[in-house]
């Protein structure tokens, strides 16, 4: 071990034996000790993150439980998603649709198909012709009789029939009843015979009697007015007449609609040889590529009922549970880095300009004291934190190389110390064991019992100690390890 000895006088001379029976030692510090900051505190997560539902729906499933630990884009909670599911197939049914139309667009056309459309255009051609012609004479006299039929058919049953053919019918139905008198009278004459069916007499009563029946009908319908039922149907007659009449005298609309007809079975024919245009190629590519779009969106809205870890690290908290309905926004599962830690500690107003963003810091951990950890500045606060009159302020404490088999947890309590700037040279002495010898400034240092005087170059004070720089005791120091002593007079 090495010691320093000295003086009651800093700049004294060389010692005296009484002097020197007085001598003790004390350690020497590096310099840095000065600048060297001590603080306790809690740790911290240094962040924590939240896992927020992007659709809502039923909690189909919860994957984890506080104390898991995931990976990156692990599944955290499922949602019931067969309304989705259901759109994601309707959307690939719809590209399939839009990818075979065109397909169909891009295929040769069969002859078949040329020969159904080359039939289509005469038969359209055919109809515009006859339009353009209109009906045969013989058609339009035709129409025409059965309109005047139709018209005068109508026209007796609202007229009725007139005096002089009532008075005609009533006499021809007279005839008949005389006639039918006749036929009975010699019917009634042979009767008794066995045959008398089989004889003319019977042939002629039955002739007379059918006549008479048809005579008396006609004459009864004639002296009754008309039904309102066969009105109507005279007059629906009328109208069908009018309508066929009609019908062969074709109208500028038909007309134009059957010169449609004829220009579309022209661009269907045209379709079919010359194959599809470039812009029929292209609204169908346009089509797929809308159709793509559904199918991508609707997979993404899929995809959003399905919560995964926004990174890795442990489950603090799970904020949902199966069968619940949740809503999209909500906060599900809350994780975080275990081994991101931090230290928040407060340092006093006499300390703080001793302290520097990213200084390297040493930890020691109450829970686990024989461990030293490292950490490094990481913020500063800008302003201060009085309690009861004190001034500190808050920094914060980046614990590094941190590994989760280390045992560190938020909450535990810890004490950090910086490291302070200094040559390693560079120490710290009680100022009255420097001594002036031989016009320089020593000390003596004590080695495994033996007395040194080592040559150093004083510097700064800090009250009852003095800083000095000396590679000679920087040599000894790393010959001997830790823990330099420095005799002083008592």
């Not at 353009?132 to 109508?154: D, M, R, S």
């Not at 079975?265 to 809308?290: K, N, V, W």
């Not at 710290?428 to 000390?443: A, I, K, M, R």
Request: aromatic share 2%.
């Amino acid at each position: 071990m090495t010691s320093l000895t000295g003086g009651t006088n800093s700049r004294a001379q060389a010692q005296s034996p009484q002097a020197e029976a007085t001598q003790q030692t004390v350690a020497i510090r590096p310099a840095a000790d000065i600048n060297q900051v001590s603080a306790a505190g809690n740790i911290a997560l240094s962040s924590q993150q939240v896992a927020v539902l992007q659709a809502e729906g039923v909690v189909k499933e919860v994957t984890v439980k506080p104390g898991d630990t995931v990976k990156q884009g692990d599944i955290l909670v499922v949602l019931d998603a067969t309304t989705l599911e259901r759109a994601v197939e309707r959307a690939k049914l719809s590209l399939a649709v839009s990818q075979n139309q065109l397909a169909q667009l891009q295929e040769p056309a069969s002859e078949a198909d040329i020969a159904a459309a080359q039939a289509s255009l005469a038969a359209s051609q055919q109809n515009l012709t006859e339009l353009k012609a209109g009906p045969t004479p013989a058609e339009l006299e035709a129409a025409q009789v059965a309109l005047a039929a139709a018209q005068e058919g109508y026209q007796e049953l609202v007229n009725g029939y007139s005096e002089a053919e009532l008075t005609q019918m009533g006499a021809e139905l007279h005839k008949a009843y005389l006639t039918l008198q006749q036929a009975q009278e010699a019917y009634n004459k042979i009767a008794y015979r066995g045959d008398v069916g089989q004889t003319q007499q019977a042939i002629d009563l039955q002739t007379a009697t059918i006549d008479y029946d048809t005579a008396k009908a006609a004459f009864d319908i004639a002296s009754e007015p008309a039904s309102a039922a066969d009105i109507q149907t005279a007059l629906k007659s009328i109208k069908d007449a009018q309508v066929q009449l009609e019908a062969l005298k074709a109208t500028q609309a038909e007309i134009d609609s059957a010169e449609a007809q004829v220009m579309e079975a022209e661009a269907s024919l045209a379709t079919l040889l010359d194959g599809p245009s470039a812009a029929e190629l292209e609204a169908a590519e346009l089509a797929i590529a809308q159709s793509q779009l559904d199918l991508d969106e609707a997979q993404a809205n899929l995809d959003q009922t399905y919560l995964r870890a926004p990174t890795d690290g442990s489950i603090l908290t799970v904020g949902v549970e199966v069968g619940q309905q949740a809503t999209n926004g909500l906060s599900a599962v809350t994780l975080a880095d275990l081994t991101n830690l931090e230290l928040p500690v407060y340092v006093a107003e006499v300390d703080i300009s001793k302290v520097e963003l990213d200084q390297p810091v040493s930890l020691k951990v109450d829970a686990l004291p024989d461990q030293t950890f490292s950490g490094e500045v990481s913020r500063i606060a800008p302003t201060s934190a009085a309690d009861s009159g004190v001034v500190n302020y808050e920094v914060t404490i980046q614990l590094k190389d941190l590994k989760a088999e280390d045992g560190v947890l938020p909450g535990m309590t810890a004490v950090a110390t910086t490291q302070g700037d200094g040559d390693e040279n560079t120490w710290l002495v009680p100022s009255n064991s420097l001594v002036e010898f031989e016009g320089d400034t020593t000390l003596v240092v004590m080695r495994s019992g033996e007395e040194r005087r080592v040559t150093v170059t004083p510097g700064t004070s800090q009250g009852e100690w003095t800083v000095v720089q000396s590679a000679g005791i920087a040599i000894r120091r790393r010959g001997c390890g830790r823990g330099l002593l420095v005799s002083e007079r008592g």
